[in-house]
């Protein structure tokens, strides 16, 4: 078997873990941050506006695949400026008070995951170059469990520090250790590819256009497409509600915080790293096949305990094998995304794929409360529907089966 390079591992690990920061702080410590500073709810709840580069990087990720500097380096010229951006917006947003500024430190946060977004695209693109075939587990798992990482230290510990730190503390240490990995950018040398077909040149946007279209008009790009947008769609049904379903089970939210919120992110986390040894150790397709059916079984407890009655064992053992085997499946995912990516194209293609698979989860939340509090459906009828698509979704891995595993170009490093 092939030895992985934990090196390039790390180093991926880390770009994902600078980019994880910015959404994490968003969707975790700034609510804390602004109705402790006392800014309405109405406010903070449509604060979603600021992760909108996340959801629309695939429009300029052609930008980000077509220019850049071969001295420098065709994804680092993208990866270093976006860095230099992060920390000097964290730096700023360190002294800018809320009474008063609010805007312009909303607007500092929307930056940050501007300049996240807008890296993760060259980031995507670099790792596409960086992993051979046999380390896109590995790399897989170190993107998803760096990503997730960054968000549970921006938006978890660092807010867990904050009577110590304070707040001007949390972000000055975000962009401390964004200056970090920007160091560990700046001593990296990157492997320059040459594809098939390029001959070594830049292609062209028409190129870049029509090498783009070829891959979406391979057979069996629509069923993947289909599968990457709903594999996430019973399961995220069953979390958005689950929280809710608990606090009206009378359990307290120390307790909701404690087993999901942290048991239940060690778990993803043991889970991301356990996907990328399957990802590893087993044909892509059939490591999808097994994540899909094996994130079922927990669906369907949580189900379980909706109709009967939650216990305390119950729910913490549902809630950390859902996000365990969550975990595996996101990463086997990511995985087979990459290795269907075309390198010629990489940072649009993967882009594009990702925008699909964030695009593909969006309704749940909205399907899920419409269902529960417009037409009356139970927590457990919910439920069970969201378990039913998981299963319904593992089907889709059939036609995939048809199409050769090989990836789409895998011209080696020079």
Known sequence: MKRISYRKLGLLGALYFAQGMPYGFQAKALPIYLRASGVDVMTISVLEVLALPWLLKALWAPVVDRYGSERLGRRKSWIIPMQVGLVLTCAVAAFVPIQGHLPLLLGLVFLMNLFAATQDIAVDGFAVDLLEPHELGGGNSAQVMGYKFGMLTAGGLLVWMIELIHWQGLFLAMGALSLLVLGVV?????????????????????????????????????????????????????????????????????????????????????????????ATRM???????????????????????????????????????????????????????????????????????????????????????????????????????????????????LPLRRRASAPLSTAPTV
């Open 283 to 397: 044909p892509l397709l059939g490591a999808l096949a097994l994540a899909s059916c094996l994130r079922v079984f927990p669906l369907g407890w949580e189900w379980w305990l909706a109709l009967h009655g939650p216990t305390e064992a119950g729910v913490i053992t549902a809630t950390i094998a859902e996000h365990f085997f969550g975990g595996v499946l996101t990463t086997t995912v990511f995985a087979f995304m990459m290795s269907r990516v075309d390198r010629r194209i990489g940072a649009t293609h993967y882009t594009l794929l990702a925008s699909v698979e964030v695009f593909g989860k969006a309704p749940s939340g909205p399907l899920a409360g419409f269902l529960y509090s417009k037409l009356g459906w139970s927590y457990a009828e919910v439920f069970l529907l969201g378990a039913v698509l998981s299963v319904a979704f593992v089907g889709l891995l």
């Open 186 to 278: 700046l001593l990296t040398r990157e492997p320059r590819r040459v594809e098939e077909g390029t001959n070594g040149k830049r292609l062209s946007w028409a190129e870049l256009r029509e090498q783009l279209r070829a891959a979406l008009l391979l057979p069996g790009t629509g069923w993947m497409l289909l599968f990457i947008g709903t594999y996430k769609l019973g399961e995220t049904m069953v979390d958005v509600l689950f929280k809710l379903f608990l606090i009206d089970a009378h359990f307290s939210a120390s307790q909701i915080g404690q087993w999901v919120g942290t048991w239940g992110t060690v778990a993803s986390l043991l889970g991301s790293a356990a996907g990328g040894v399957l």
